[in-house]
């Protein structure tokens, strides 16, 4: 058992997939997290793949990756009687983060305004789509319709313009404004002695995603100009060469700063031993490399085409080159590196009999490096929860219709 | 507002991060703040100042002052120069440990400890000194002495492998996606270590590996690998899980005539309905093979054709506009012009707010997209010029007196 640096802190989720990777970076790192459901289980519950391919809301992948460590309780917000248990939960919790559409609790008596009432110091954090206001606060929102309306898809695709801009990742708008929503309730946290009480953090999806595209903005905002998209590497006003290539083997690797001269001289012996190095010394110094540079890419496809990708990206990071293979998420699972650095945290998963590699807190505490346990069965904890709010066994409200497994 | 009422109001940290992913970081905290000191050197510029552009007056107008890339990422922070190689540099920087809460570097592993500054003797100045080191790799393990970008971070964790149409090679990312994500996971590795040494006393040595970062945001692929034993693929456009269909991206007209697109995704019949009257009941949707959501997943090639076909002559702002009005999410694929000319939400949050840099002039600069009730964050001061706060730093802070500086400078370790 290894103590994270949030240990102590108590949070309430009431969230779905747009904020759940909140909650579960902070119950990694040590937080008390309960995750409200509804009598039939949280949405995200229902969301694949499933183990097995068996859809059923306890073996939900979705569910299981983004709820690890938290605890479960089922209340029906519907019935009074649901509504009470939950102000007795947030008022004795320091964070809550929830999803809800604007309006939705203040309409039922528990939103911010009677929370903060019962609970001064509570820090709550709402992640939606657009905010609270304005004028698209209507509008239906997902993950590519997000993607595409915070300009990041039109910085992704490929060098052919015929085709579509791509939307990158799965489920990164709801993670950018998770990563958001965190840093906002720990700001909160850290001000709430200085200040004597907690707030309200504001975070819309929308928001996020236009704050994360890095050269799109400085280029428009300084020099007026449209970047455009191109395969496997950055989009540019101008055509860059390109750093992508494919290896032996099928893969693909990602290499840049080829052309500078201290690593010109190791890179040619290093193609000569593929007997390739007189196809790069046609080329004359860095300036004339720079000058032809998409000559001099199509010769590195040529040596890249020698070699695998895994090969290409340990011999030239001998070489002090940055480069990488296009890896696959799997390829770490039994990576030496993740090993020593002990990334993996295995979880026994009863409904397999059999444990799990999880990634382990990205943020890696060195003396406390926390602790991942598995998402938790619909209502697990209910009454573990409703006990040390001291509830008598016989007060518990009745969650209706949990599904048996 | 004055620092004073800021939420890290108090909060120094000491910033040898350069290039992206520290400064985007340091950013998030600066912004609520805190007191961020960047140790700069014109031995060691941040590549921010120098390859980043754009530099809107010419790539050497003014010095390492010249970028807007910079000016950017590094507002409400202040600048000492301060040459770490030079043996005095290290008294000069044992006294700003001394009052300060942490330290961010997100150089190559090695780097801090060939200065000697390791953790260990941070703590000797600083019992309580949080160290955050944010390596590719990470600073322990088989690859600590690697080096990456971004890119790299991307391509290795399988965030490059994941984007793209499945039958073609990996689009990727167009941008440092890692960069910005890794800069955020830093300010909250930042966060919670304050939040920890608040319970506790105790200071932290953070070990953040950017590229554990995004193995870790690639969602659902590492269990759905172990579990059904089903490798990791591209989904282009498309949403297997949950199913949705339509579900992409099309072609639209534009007024500025450049290339111009639509995402358009239905998850529910409702959706698909609305959609189906909004284009005129057409003929082939009433056909069997789109007639259940498992039957338009099944036949989305031909289903896309036809939404294609139908977006195609339109205008893609005003079917954006009529399709949600109808109920069916539907979104632009945005350029940063129609972000800060167009899009009536942001202007209504008023995301992008102006800036004025002593040298660069007023430009447009990107906001902070979190809002705090009652000790709100913003944009109020534009990036430091290099070294503008040495002066200031050394005698103000320190307390140095006019010898002493005098001395650092003839030393060369204040530039």
């Known amino acids: 058992m290894s103590r994270g640096p949030l240990t102590g802190l108590r949070v309430v989720e009431l969230a779905d997939e747009q904020a759940e990777w909140a909650g579960k970076l902070m119950a990694d790192m040590g937080a008390d997290v309960v995750k409200v459901e509804p009598p039939g289980g949280a949405a995200t519950r229902q969301i694949g793949p499933f183990a097995g391919d068996v859809p059923h809301p306890e073996r939900s992948l979705h569910f299981w990756h983004y709820n690890t460590s938290k605890r479960s309780v089922v209340l029906d917000l519907g019935r009074p009687e649901g509504r009470v248990a939950w102000l007795r939960l947030v008022a004795g919790a320091d964070v809550l983060i929830e999803t809800t559409a604007p309006g939705t609790l203040d309409t039922l008596g528990i939103g911010y305004a009677a929370l903060s009432t019962a609970n001064p110091g509570l820090v709550m954090a709402s992640v939606t789509p657009w905010g609270q206001s304005g004028p698209y606060l209507g509008f239906a929102s997902n993950d590519v319709v997000q993607m595409a309306m915070g300009g990041i898809v039109n910085s992704c695709g490929y060098d052919d313009h015929d085709l579509p801009p791509v939307r990158p990742g799965l489920n990164q708008s709801y993670q950018l404004a998770s990563h958001h929503a965190v840093i906002g309730i720990l700001t909160a946290l850290y001000a709430r002695p200085a200040i004597g009480r907690g707030q309200y953090v504001d975070v819309a999806i929308h928001d996020c ?3 994360c595209t890095e050269f799109a903005a400085t280029h428009w905002f300084y020099s007026g100009a449209f970047v455009n998209r191109q395969t496997g590497r950055h989009a540019s006003p101008r055509e860059t060469a390109r750093t992508q290539h494919p290896a032996a083997g099928g893969g693909f690797v990602n290499i840049a700063q080829t052309h500078n001269d201290r690593v010109w001289g190791r890179f040619l012996e290093w193609a000569d031993e593929a007997g390739l190095g007189d196809l790069l010394r046609q080329f004359g110094d860095a300036e004339d490399r720079l000058a032809r540079a998409s000559e001099v890419m199509d010769c590195i496809h040529a040596v890249m085409a020698t070699r695998s990708a895994e090969e290409v990206w340990h011999e030239g990071q001998a070489m002090g080159l940055p480069w990488g293979a296009v890896r696959r998420p799997e390829d770490w699972l039994d990576d030496p590196h993740a090993a020593a650095r002990g990334f993996f945290h295995e979880v026994y998963e009863p409904e397999l009999g059999r444990t799990l590699k999880h990634p382990g807190p990205p943020i890696a505490f060195t003396g406390h490096p926390g602790e991942i346990r598995r998402a938790p069965r619909l209502g697990e904890h209910t009454a573990e929860v409703l006990a040390e709010l001291g509830y008598a066994e016989a007060d518990i409200p009745a969650p209706r219709s949990i599904p048996t497994p | 507002m004055s620092r004073a009422q800021l939420p890290l109001a108090g909060v120094r940290v000491l910033d040898f991060s350069w290039a992206m992913a520290g400064p985007q970081a340091t950013r ?9 000191i960047k140790i700069e050197s014109r031995a060691r510029p941040d590549l921010a100042r120098t390859s980043f552009g754009p530099h809107p007056h010419g790539i050497d107008a003014f010095g390492l002052d010249s970028s807007g890339y910079f000016n950017n990422f590094n507002r409400n922070k202040r600048s000492i120069s301060l040459n770490m190689q030079c043996p005095v540099a290290s008294e000069v920087f044992a006294a700003l440990l001394r009052v300060s809460d942490a330290v961010i570097e997100n150089y190559s592993a090695g780097v801090l400890a060939k200065w000697g500054w390791t953790y260990e003797r941070m703590r000797e100045e600083k019992p309580d000194i949080i160290y955050l080191s944010m390596a590719g790799p990470g600073h322990r393990g088989p690859y600590s002495s690697y080096r990456t970008f971004g890119p790299t971070v991307q391509a290795l964790s399988g965030m490059t492998h994941l984007s793209g149409f499945p039958d073609m090679e990996p689009a990727g990312w167009g941008f440092s996606y890692m960069d910005h994500t890794g800069g955020y996971m830093g300010a909250i590795a930042l966060l ?37 034993g089903r490798p990791s693929a591209r989904q282009g456009n498309r949403s297997h899980n949950p199913p949705a269909a339509p579900h992409g991206v099309y072609r639209c007209q534009d007024e500025y005539d450049r290339d111009r697109w639509l995402s358009i995704a239905c998850f529910t019949e409702e959706q698909w309905q609305a959609l189906v009257a909004l284009m005129g009941h057409p003929d082939w949707a009433a056909a069997a093979e789109f007639a259940a959501l ?12 036809h939404i294609d076909a139908w977006t195609r002559p339109r205008l893609a702002h005003d079917t954006m506009q009529a399709l949600q009005r109808a109920g069916v999410p539907a979104g632009v ?66 307390g140095y007196d006019d010898d002493r500086v005098a001395a650092l400078q003839e030393s060369g370790a204040l530039t």
């Open chain 1, 209 to 211: 995603v236009s704050l």
């Open chain 2, 28 to 36: 998030l905290l600066a912004d609520f703040g805190a007191e961020i």
């Open chain 2, 192 to 228: 919670s270590a304050f939040y920890q040494r608040q319970q506790t006393g105790a200071g932290e040595y953070i070990d953040l590996s950017q590229i554990e970062a995004a193995v870790a945001l690639t969602g659902t692929a590492l269990l759905d690998y172990q579990v059904n």
């Open chain 2, 294 to 305: 498992e039957a338009r997943v099944a036949n989305q090639d031909a289903l896309d054709g």
């Open chain 2, 333 to 398: 694929v945005q350029n940063h012009k129609d972000l800060t000319e167009r899009d009536g939400q942001i202007a209504h949050r008023g995301l992008f707010p102006r800036i004025t840099h002593p040298l660069l002039g007023e430009y447009l600069i990107d906001g902070l997209p979190i809002n705090l009730s009652e000790t709100p964050g913003g944009v109020r001061t534009p990036a430091p010029l290099f070294g503008e706060d040495t002066d200031d730093i050394l005698r103000n802070l320190l």
